[in-house]
């Protein structure tokens, strides 16, 4: 055995050869912005992308670097305090509303940054034996940048978006496109089932508790809800009866003027949409995508339907679709739109609103330390989204992941499966 | 048989003793006012009590007298339009928010409406078989009332307590106080169990679709939190340590400056409270009460345990205590506050805050027309709460009943409940 | 000489008799009220009425009686701090915007502190001679009782003309109407002026310090601006056109959505208004009142003039009508709205806009103590007015009077007058 | 004479010569910013760097190139849109408070857009006799691009002064400090004075009217206030003391959490201030700067002083300095602070507030189309500034100019000289 096949098989390399590819990654994301465009806060929920490529990097300095690499030294003292995102453990932080505010550091300073806890983050994974404590703290790290890649495409694309000239993100590839599949009923039995994470590879806290719950027998579709399907609501006057809203959605409705799926905009009477390849017509057969759950809600309630449990989803998933698809809409598709499905299928593509608000399971416990404010505070106010997206990494996501929103929220890559009861 | 008794089994006869015993209790609420306390809005969430006088006669009106009584015509053309509260269906109405700013109809002309809709309710009810769609609506129209009874004691307490002079709602009784007993943990076994609404009895919309759940085996205190518990709590630095703490509870403790449950106030290190007989020094083995969700979770939290579902709480009681306790603190005992509890059991004294959102049970459907706006398009943003208060009437709870309000609402008469796994 | 004679000359009775002639005003002014309609405040500018009276007998209370009738003592401990209005010198007190929160004090109770007040202030008004400082200070709270006076029915109008029911304050008078003389316009010359008060008689701070002013020739108009002639200004769309406006009143018209005079309400095409006698049709002969300052400009840059500043006003007035018109329509004339103008004049009917932000005069000061905050502080960001309204006594009023309101207030008597440079 | 020497009295080639030179220093300006800091706008007040780049472009393109330059077609189809300000007659607009929102054009394209709109504005002086008609836009084109220039310092200082990393936009150059002078009383008499623009050099319209006005003898200190003698109001209490303070200016404070002038942070007991230098120690000798008029005259109030009228300023400047000082410290100084004043003297340093409202003066008449709301508009709720800072060109002040900012507005370099009667 040589020693490069040695080494191939240390954790520590793979753990290095998977940091730097997804820090790669991160990079690769912001290559076709300007520079204007990595400072701004259009909005409190969209941080300026400069402030994701920051504070990647700040949570390896302050978890990994500072506590564990020997004479370590911060890049900068005001760093930790100005890239802290939530972390109420781990110092205070600059106002949340307010990172649209920081010029400084210039975007070339937190490159700097980034090359600074990358060259100490591999002189961390190599020079010690990495204990299973420190090897669930990287990766927790790499999966929270990865997260961050998707939230930097939502944040990128509000920017760009909602600027007056449009301005693609890319170039849009020639893609053809299959049309979509009809939509059918699979079909689950009444009856006890296994939900939540089991199994040795990564979860995060809030999918842990694998536990047993009981379903009544349902329906649910074999594809999300297109944007031909999603008109038909509209033009029935789907955004101006109340019958199908939340009281809370309605409200909505009223006080932003919401009138579509946000980035939806109609001149002289055609809808158009903004997408990461600039203004485009509206394409029908494409999944419907950017509703809000108020939305999503409505549309399941005008279509005599409703929206899956998160329990039912990941049933069904474990049923029909038991593996990740090969060929599913993930990032590494290089596709920045979902597309129209031309089988059954599950995950990639668009997060699917449903019908469950975001709880604990039975037994959770947060972790101890500031990563305990990672998953566990949140649990109120938020509903679940299930099945990752084009923008999610394949390796990132799984049946039991468990993202989550406030149901107001339409900048996200979201999409809406109908459920029912038989 | 004589006539009489015959009279007596009538159902209409029945409802119609319901119906003017129920009304008769509305204004009994308000009998200890002066007329200026029943004017005033001071937040949006607390209607004026005369509001609550005129919005449950306007349901009659509206629900019952115009469409089934011939020949009625409205007591004043304008108040449908006045005393709607979020009917959609049943038509434009006045703010919400400015409930508080109309002073016209006075209280006087709001009681002649009352006695208006009373005259033709009781005519509606004895010139005609009632059908069973009938009696449904005016079975709906007496548990509204009744829910209006208890926000009416709400609002009340509002009105009064946030006045510098802290006036009495009424004299307090000479009742002596047993001390609280000490607190029990009853088990639950893991396994399925049924839940929601079954029987002959009344029930809203949102407990039917008895249905199947699974549960992990669980333990659930014998009774509520109290004051002097809660106080250890607050005294170890509660409202000031983020770990226990859901993040929009923090963002709320510090957006309001909350430092103790509502109506406490600190007056030179020692803890009074404003309770319907004034202002008291707080009652360590009396259950507390006024807290919001985050408050409730925090201290369950702090403690190591946590809120039961409304499963578990559903469960444990058809186990535990089956019936309704004759001796429960439900309105009837006619005491204004919630009494230390010196037996383990549940239902009366305070609402007790759950760990589940208000969502749909399989199968809900809510009712068409206007009355199908009653309970579910509230579905989202809110927590459940079970068991019925000192406020509410016996007649009126269940084990089943889902009451609902939003986390961060204090101003209710709840109060929390431990559970933890085994 | 007989003592009744002797009497009748004597300051302290003549003060007394006066005291009691302005404090029953205030009364008579809420007799056509019910008690729910003293008790709230729909915006934060107009104050419960219950609070003016209260507010008014606080002033005599904490300034005249505390410090100087011997032994007096307070009607309640904690009426200075609800009653205080915006003296900070005078102690904390009560939120103003929480005014309408307070449903105690009872109307009874502070009818109650009136009396208190009065007996005692009775006492203290014959019991010592008056000192010049103590006969200042009694002559404040005087005229200070009737600027709430005015005040009193500027809120009654809002919170009565706010409802949808429309309830009339009284019962309208039938007086024939002569209508409008026609705009005749009044010249004065360039040159120098006096303005500011001079003589015995009673006048506030900020009239104080006569100065000279060099004014350019100019001509004023001899009444003010009718609603026939402000109509013509609506319907050649006076509020869409940006040009007439103010850069501050046209985002004022948008946030506000103001398309008329405060009051007015068009119904199938026909512009109605509220007044005290309720819902009316628009009189066109009448003048226009409830204008912003912001409307009152537009008008007069639509109409090619301007507002007169208030030493233009002040000197026009000296010059054309030296004394008070016997027959201007004040608070003793009993009519409760605005009278067409049959010949050129000047004071009552309506408060005028001048042109002049208020600021003080050369030599200005402000007195020492609590009483100092009366009128300098406010002295940034408000627009003059001139000339009392008919709701203004008579005996109130002078040529020299500065009153002073922020230019989106619309709910006072104001209206307007134009003038030009010839 | 030879051709050049004609050229150079050519008035053509002389606006040339000052359009290239105007336009140039803004470019200056930016020059020691990163490409980061032209893009931000962290409150609405402060519009990003590169808005001032493009909207000073837009002027000359829609009030010059677009109606007078022959077959001129825009740079792009949608910057009037995006770099209107406020003018209404001009077109639709982007909103104020989401400049900051836009990334795109980015930084290269505003100049190029800079670039086009110059050659173009070169081909157009050069190709035509100037009528008076184009000179004057042409004028008001230069002198709003100078505006812009002193704009741009407030908010580039705003921008990095509110970073918590405290960039220094330029290096401090190392000047000696002579000290300040002591105070002297300079003395006016009372009499009627002309006040107003006269003469053949530019001025804006509201400027114009010279008329004549009476004074009050009066005397006006010799400089502005100095940080040393501010401190001394500041360590007196002057900040926590109501009665020196205007009813607004109390509620601000109280609000904003004003402390001191913004800039100022205390650390460990000792006030530095971050200057376009960077953070430093306070120069007590130097003028204090940075002050909303509720300070400047909460100081003056505080000092038994107040500030002086415009008029009063313009009549003492015009007596006691008539002309603009060789040595004043105006932009020209390239420093980029106010200075110690060792002489008595007007103009330059900082803009000072006056006690006078914005106001039009007698016979002023807005011009006609969209250049009427250059300053017309605004006269309401905003107070005079007189003198010009040490970011004012020379060439562009006058002792008539009339500067104006609304009272609560601290990042304008803004100071306060006191007055006072005799």
Redesign the interface.
């Given at each position: 055995m040589s020693q490069s096949q040695a080494t191939l098989a240390d954790p520590a390399l793979d753990y290095l050869k998977r940091f730097k590819s997804i820090r790669k990654q991160t990079l690769n994301l912001v290559e076709p912005l300007?520079?204007?465009?990595?400072?701004?806060q259009?909005v409190s929920d969209v941080s300026p992308p400069?402030w994701h490529l920051a504070h990647t990097t700040w949570f390896f300095e302050v978890f990994l670097l500072v506590p564990h690499l020997d004479g370590y030294e911060l890049f900068h003292k005001?760093f930790p305090?100005?890239f802290n995102s939530?972390y109420?453990?781990a110092g205070d932080r600059?106002a949340r509303a307010?990172r649209?505010?920081?010029?400084?550091?210039?975007?070339q300073e937190v490159l700097a940054y980034r090359t600074h806890v990358e060259e100490h983050m591999e002189r961390l994974l190599l020079q010690q034996p990495l204990s299973p404590e420190l090897t669930h703290v990287i990766e927790i790290g790499l999966q929270h940048e990865q997260q961050h890649q998707e939230l930097l495409l939502y944040d990128i694309k509000y920017?760009?978006g909602?600027?007056?000239?449009f301005?693609p993100y890319k170039e849009e590839p020639n893609e053809g496109d299959d049309g979509s599949s009809p939509l059918e009923w699979l079909a689950v039995n009444k009856g006890?089932y296994h939900v939540g994470h089991q199994g040795e590879g990564f979860c995060f806290d809030n999918e842990q508790g694998r536990?047993?719950?009981?379903l009544?027998a349902f329906e649910i579709a074999s594809r999300t809800v297109t944007n031909g399907e999603y008109l038909e609501f509209m033009e029935d006057g789907g955004y101006t009866n109340?019958?199908y809203?939340?009281?809370?959605?309605?409200d909505w409705l009223g006080n932003q003027a919401v009138k579509a799926p946000m980035y939806w905009i109609n001149e002289e009477g055609h809808w158009l949409h903004y997408t990461l390849y600039g203004l485009k017509p509206i394409d029908l057969n494409a999944p419907v995508m950017h509703l809000s759950?108020?939305e999503a809600?409505a549309y399941a309630s005008w279509k005599g339907c409703?929206l899956p449990t998160e329990f039912e989803w990941e049933v069904a998933v474990g049923i029909h679709q038991p593996d990740i698809p090969e060929n599913g809409n993930f990032v590494e598709s290089g596709f920045l739109a979902p597309k129209a499905q031309s089988d059954p299928g599950f995950m990639g593509n668009l997060w699917e609103w449903t019908?469950?608000?975001y709880?604990?399971y039975?037994?959770y416990k947060a972790p101890d330390g500031a990563l305990?404010?990672y998953n566990g505070?949140?649990?109120?106010?938020q509903m679940v989204l299930r099945g990752g997206s084009f923008a999610t990494p394949k390796a990132h996501i799984r049946a039991t992941y468990r993202n989550f929103f406030a149901?107001q929220c339409q900048w996200l890559f979201s999409g809406l499966r109908l459920a029912r009861?038989q």
């Amino acid at each position: 055995m040589s020693q490069s096949q040695a080494t191939l098989a240390d954790p520590a390399l793979d753990y290095l050869k998977r940091f730097k590819s997804i820090r790669k990654q991160t990079l690769n994301l912001v290559e076709p912005l300007e520079t204007e465009d990595l400072v701004v806060q259009p909005v409190s929920d969209v941080s300026p992308p400069k402030w994701h490529l920051a504070h990647t990097t700040w949570f390896f300095e302050v978890f990994l670097l500072v506590p564990h690499l020997d004479g370590y030294e911060l890049f900068h003292k005001d760093f930790p305090f100005l890239f802290n995102s939530y972390y109420v453990a781990a110092g205070d932080r600059w106002a949340r509303a307010s990172r649209g505010h920081l010029t400084r550091p210039t975007v070339q300073e937190v490159l700097a940054y980034r090359t600074h806890v990358e060259e100490h983050m591999e002189r961390l994974l190599l020079q010690q034996p990495l204990s299973p404590e420190l090897t669930h703290v990287i990766e927790i790290g790499l999966q929270h940048e990865q997260q961050h890649q998707e939230l930097l495409l939502y944040d990128i694309k509000y920017i760009l978006g909602h600027n007056p000239l449009f301005p693609p993100y890319k170039e849009e590839p020639n893609e053809g496109d299959d049309g979509s599949s009809p939509l059918e009923w699979l079909a689950v039995n009444k009856g006890n089932y296994h939900v939540g994470h089991q199994g040795e590879g990564f979860c995060f806290d809030n999918e842990q508790g694998r536990h047993e719950v009981h379903l009544e027998a349902f329906e649910i579709a074999s594809r999300t809800v297109t944007n031909g399907e999603y008109l038909e609501f509209m033009e029935d006057g789907g955004y101006t009866n109340h019958q199908y809203w939340l009281s809370d959605g309605w409200d909505w409705l009223g006080n932003q003027a919401v009138k579509a799926p946000m980035y939806w905009i109609n001149e002289e009477g055609h809808w158009l949409h903004y997408t990461l390849y600039g203004l485009k017509p509206i394409d029908l057969n494409a999944p419907v995508m950017h509703l809000s759950y108020y939305e999503a809600n409505a549309y399941a309630s005008w279509k005599g339907c409703r929206l899956p449990t998160e329990f039912e989803w990941e049933v069904a998933v474990g049923i029909h679709q038991p593996d990740i698809p090969e060929n599913g809409n993930f990032v590494e598709s290089g596709f920045l739109a979902p597309k129209a499905q031309s089988d059954p299928g599950f995950m990639g593509n668009l997060w699917e609103w449903t019908s469950s608000a975001y709880l604990p399971y039975p037994f959770y416990k947060a972790p101890d330390g500031a990563l305990g404010e990672y998953n566990g505070k949140f649990m109120i106010n938020q509903m679940v989204l299930r099945g990752g997206s084009f923008a999610t990494p394949k390796a990132h996501i799984r049946a039991t992941y468990r993202n989550f929103f406030a149901p107001q929220c339409q900048w996200l890559f979201s999409g809406l499966r109908l459920a029912r009861h038989q």
